[in-house]
Nanobody
Framework: QVQLVESGGGLVQPGGSLRLSCAGSGSIFTINAMRWYRQAPGKQRDLVAAITSGGSTNYADSVKGRFTISRDNAKNTVYLQMNSLKPEDTAVYYC??????????????WGQGTQVTVSS
């Protein structure tokens, strides 16, 4: 069992910043890709950013230049630094991780989500 716990969401004014964290725990041998998704009310869940174990990243066009994804492999943690936030960034943000457990079985896990609200 692998658990992911997000933190760092909240209410912020347009133009502000937030930093999300997602920590993995449990039977983790290695984590390959780590990703952040978001889901606004009435909309599908969309990929925001992803990072490989080697540090390669990719971003949705809507967040390029404003968001930065990073990870600490020793802590099984992924971060999302969000700057210049806009009202359209309002959503529940979920982290996702894929890897292998100590039993050598592959896993894919989701966090419970953290609310980000951008409003004046």
């Amino acid at each position: 069992q692998v658990q992911l716990v997000e933190s760092g969401g909240g209410l912020v004014q347009p133009g502000g910043s937030l930093r999300l964290s997602c920590a993995g725990s449990g039977s983790i041998f290695t984590i390959n890709a780590m990703r952040w998704y978001r889901q606004a009310p009435g909309k599908q869940r969309d990929l925001v950013a992803a990072i490989t174990s080697g540090g390669s990243t990719n971003y949705a066009d809507s967040v390029k230049g404003r968001f930065t994804i990073s990870r600490d492999n020793a802590k099984n943690t992924v971060y999302l630094q969000m700057n210049s936030l806009k009202p359209e960034d309002t959503a529940v943000y979920y982290c996702n991780a894929e890897g292998m457990g100590w039993d050598l079985n592959e896993f894919g896990s989701w966090g419970q989500g953290t609310q980000v609200t951008v409003s004046s």
